[in-house]
């Protein structure tokens, strides 16, 4: 008889994670209370797994952190599953078929042809997209190599910087940069009318004053509308009609859901693959899952990955064992102000749970190293040992 294929779509923090944790803990009891084989088939666009987080730091410099810390193959964290349960399939999810619940997969290096992977449990986990390959992975991940090795070649020589976003990716790029190379005029455009709105006003003023005293000029209320360029500089068109042309420009801001494959059915209007119950995590049909960035409940912070995790495996075990083992755990959001942003690497500004945290504070938890050590463990799913 077929196994009951278990189809996790996305290869980053969320697709890694629920992948690990099904298959340590939630496949091995479903089979002994079912009494039927089950196979868990992750699809990623990328044989590597990237530390995105980390982006900011890798892109200013290759001597703080080697990107071979950054980019680890996913494959050498799955080797310890057999076959019969596990398969993990490069690719990137073109079209899928409801009716046939089946997921068709273009090859990302485009050597192979297309494969269709049939589907009794949908996992999405397929997250979202940059502008710049440096935030995101374009399908190769060689692509975001090239990207980061390009902007650490051109910035000793870059006299004029412009970093678009006033959000942590665009505070934090700025901060590394600026100490980095202080003789560089780096400016930074804020869209909104403060840095960093997911936090409190006054946090998101100290940033600016950090970023001040490093020499950044940040300038709010003000957009990206084009930029191009022509190798040795790039001209932007600005929102409020005048034009600059800068040695390197970076774009820190807009993200899209990977969602482009999914039934226009199941998308929230902003492009969300829709949670009907965030607690549990269950997606838009019957065995349809979402977690992280891709999904409607996702606020886009780490935090609804991490905890996410072994909420939507409980919820997988539930309703796949018919409620003869497990326990539900509920996802539980966290709503109350929860950002760290380093501005350099010595510190910078954050709150945890409402509570505004010290400089020294983002330094131990995220400026120091940008969290590179729990690289191996993402990859290895060594946070999902236990259940």
Known sequence: MAPHNIVVIGGSYAGLGTAHYLLKHTIPTLEEAND?????????????????????????????????????????GFRDYDADHFELVIGEAQTLDETKKAVVVKDTYGSAPSRSFSYSTLILATGSSSESPLWSIPG????????????QSALPKAKTVLIAGGGPAGVETAGEIATLFPKA??????GADRLLTRLRPVIGAA????????????????????????GASTEVKLSDGTCRTVDIYIPATGIRPNTAFLPKSWLTDRGYVITRDATSLRGPID???????????????????VDAVRPLCSTILTDLSGGKVGKPVPFKQTVTETQIVPIGPSGGVGSVFGWRVPSFFVWGFK?????IGMVPGVVSGAKFVKA
């Open 367 to 371: 400026s120091r190293d940008y969290m």
């Open 207 to 230: 940033a600016e004053s950090q970023e001040s005293a490093l020499g950044v000029k940040t300038i709010h209320n003000l957009k990206v509308n084009s930029a191009i360029s022509n």
């Open 36 to 76: 039927t084989k089950y196979k868990l088939i992750l699809i990623s666009a990328t044989t590597h797994f990237y530390h995105k987080v980390g982006a900011p730091r890798f892109l200013a410099s290759p001597d703080l952190i080697p990107l071979s810390k950054a980019f680890l193959p996913i494959a050498d």
């Open 287 to 305: 065995n349809v899952y979402a977690i992280g960035d891709v999904a409607g409940y996702s606020l886009g912070g780490a935090l609804d990955i």
């Open 140 to 151: 190769s991940h060689e692509k975001t190599i090239v990207a980061l090795k390009e902007t």
């Open 185 to 190: 005029d780096i400016t930074l455009l804020s």
